[in-house]
């Protein structure tokens, strides 16, 4: 049973309620969407297959119990969800990173799941799978990628019109990297007592934000 792997590595945790904790990464190859301001177009083809023992074997190599999957999108690769499991039970600690697109339903429970909600300037709005939201337990979260006015109104109506089970579900609100200064999505969260997280993708402000494997 093989993935097409694009990368492993094992870096700072940039993003959700892990950030700052060491964590080794599973990118998978392949995404069905194509936003406007993505940061690893490189992951849309190259990889290379790999069986899930051998991505294990990987994984152990960096003694670290934090894993995320991610990609491109995970959840296009039918063997996404052993992969998930096999992980589960040898005890780490794991996170899939999903566009939203995707049924996350199906998905171990054990698992952490990241889901995005893809905001007007992602150009790719109309594929957000907001059944998907009815899925969502408690230590799962939401993100919403930001990057103007717009883009948090839109987040904001979201929230406030989709029912779904909001208890130990965290919201991240991350500000699109050079589009909108954190201080101006941290006025409006605050004007509005948004009950939601501002999320600064921690790795672009320690390295360099086009370095790749971080």
């Known amino acids: 049973m093989a ?3 694009n990368e492993i590595f094992f870096s700072i945790q940039g ?9 080794v990464f599973i990118r998978l190859t392949g995404c069905n969407l194509r936003c406007t301001y993505c940061d690893t177009a490189y992951a849309y083809d190259e990889g290379i297959f790999m069986d899930i023992e051998e991505i294990v074997e990987k994984v152990d190599s960096f003694e670290c119990s934090l894993v995320e999957i991610t990609g491109g999108e995970p959840l296009l690769q039918s063997e996404t969800p052993q992969l998930i499991s096999h992980l589960l039970d040898r005890g780490y ?4 990173e ?9 998905v171990d ?5 990241i889901m995005d909600i893809k905001c007007p300037s992602s150009g790719e709005e109309k594929n957000n799978d907001l059944e998907n939201l009815k899925s969502l337990k408690s230590g799962d979260e939401i ?7 717009t883009d948090y109104d839109f987040a904001r109506n979201i929230l406030n019109s989709v029912p779904y089970d909001k208890a130990g579900v965290t919201v991240n609100f991350s500000p ?39």
């Open 143 to 149: 993100k919403f990628v930001i990057a103007d006015r």
């Open 176 to 214: 699109c990297f050079s589009k909108i200064q954190p201080g101006e999505l941290a006025a409006w969260m605050l004007d509005d007592k948004m009950d939601v997280r501002l999320n600064l993708q921690l790795h672009k402000f320690i390295w360099d934000p086009d370095r790749r494997g971080v």
């Open 93 to 96: 600690k794991t996170l899939l």
């Open 3 to 5: 993935l097409k792997i």
């Open 98 to 106: 999903t566009n939203g697109s995707k049924d996350i339903g199906f």
């Open 15 to 23: 993003e959700s309620t892990y950030t700052g904790q060491p964590c």
């Open 109 to 113: 429970k054990r698992c952490v799941r």
